[in-house]
């Protein structure tokens, strides 16, 4: 019978946790920061501005937290093989996730594409659903670098390469917020665009976040992180379906968590403008909360995957405790924050 480690060992876990968990629930926050202060700039433009971002940008994320997820499946195997002291191996699967990136795209951009079609249909008051088309067709432009973005991000974080990612999302917030006040209220010489303004710089941000990332990767494979990467861009079937036989049911499961709230977006479109203005606020507020656990959450998959790659169990466990044990210390606050 396996012995659960000692409460020493959890408290020092612990504390390797919160230190790796820290930049990534900044990250998170600074990534929910990007729509709030979208909310918080369409609210003087007009509520069906408001409305436009919460059902244009709740379409975009249900379809685009598919591709998320999948990639999800990068946390495991990148941080075993790094646990493990395989950087080689590290290296292919970033390039095979980059790839699974790349043809996640195409059947996504056409899912989203069907769900411009039924939101046209959807019964929406006619004011929000002329600024919600144009907010999704603009703002679809920027999936496929998403879905990069989100590939690097997890390779980095897997090799506990946190605070680029942490930077590239608070910086990528003035990038947004820059972008915003430019485009949606018309200035430096252009037109105000408003909800469409919002979306051109939302798809700036998030081109901004993939190039950072690209950057800080590149900068690590100069620096000599692995000198003798093997296999080039050899492509490998067997590593895609490892990729998507773990990202499936990840996707599924986030899929079916955000769909609710979009199903409830969907159904708030129906109203008028300033009630479904009033639902954007309301659920903007209530995501800030889910992102403290949500860091911590990311961080002990990495902290355990490392545990894992270096065959030793007693680690894992004690991770996988200390993870709970955080989880459990700061849900509290979120979840009366949100209440």
């Known amino acids: 019978m396996e012995r659960l480690p000692s409460l020493q060992t959890i408290r020092s876990e ?3 946790l919160v230190r790796l968990a820290g930049p990534v629930i900044l990250g998170e926050l600074a990534w929910i920061a990007m729509p709030v202060v979208d909310t918080w700039m369409l609210g003087r433009v007009s509520p069906e501005a408001m409305g436009a971002l919460s059902i244009g940008r709740a379409a975009y994320m249900t379809v685009g937290i598919v591709g998320l997820g999948l990639l999800l499946s990068l946390d495991t195997f990148v941080a075993q093989a790094y646990g493990a002291g395989r950087r080689a191996e590290c290296s292919a699967w970033l390039r095979h996730g980059l790839v699974l990136a790349v043809l996640a795209s195409a059947p996504l951009g056409a899912l989203y594409l069907a769900g411009l079609w039924l939101i046209r249909r ?4 006619p004011g929000v659903l002329a600024e919600t088309l144009g907010y999704m067709k603009i ?3 920027s999936l496929p670098v998403l879905l990069a973005y989100a590939a690097l991000r997890r390779f980095l974080q897997a090799i506990h390469l946190v605070r680029p990612v942490m930077w590239a999302l608070v910086t990528a917030n003035l990038v947004n917020a ?3 006040w430019v485009l949606i209220f018309g200035k430096l010489g252009f037109s ?6 919002a979306a051109w710089a939302t798809c ?3 081109v901004y976040m993939a190039g950072f990332l690209a950057c800080t990767v590149a900068w690590l494979y100069r620096s000599g992180w692995d000198p003798s990467p093997r296999g080039g861009w050899r492509i490998e079937r067997q590593r895609l379906a490892q990729l998507l036989r773990l990202g499936w049911p990840a996707a599924l499961q986030v899929l079916l968590e955000l769909g609710v709230f ?3 977006t969907a159904l708030a479109g129906r109203f008028e403008a300033t009630s479904l203005a009033a639902h954007q606020i309301a659920l903007t507020a209530a995501s800030v909360t889910y992102m403290v ?3 911590l959450s990311s961080a002990a998959a990495v902290r355990v995957g490392h545990a894992v790659g270096r065959l030793h169990n007693m680690g894992a466990s004690a991770e996988e405790l200390a993870g709970l044990f955080a989880g459990d210390r700061q849900s509290s606050p979120a979840a009366a924050a949100s209440a």
């Not at 105000?192 to 303004?197: E, Q, S």
């Open 14 to 16: 612990w504390g390797a």
């Open 122 to 125: 959807a019964g929406i008051e």
């Open 139 to 141: 703002l679809g432009l």
């Open 178 to 180: 820059a972008g915003n």
């Open 192 to 197: 105000p665009l408003g909800a469409k303004g």
């Open 204 to 206: 700036a941000a998030f």
């Open 262 to 264: 979009s199903a409830a």
């Open 293 to 295: 656990p949500l860091g």
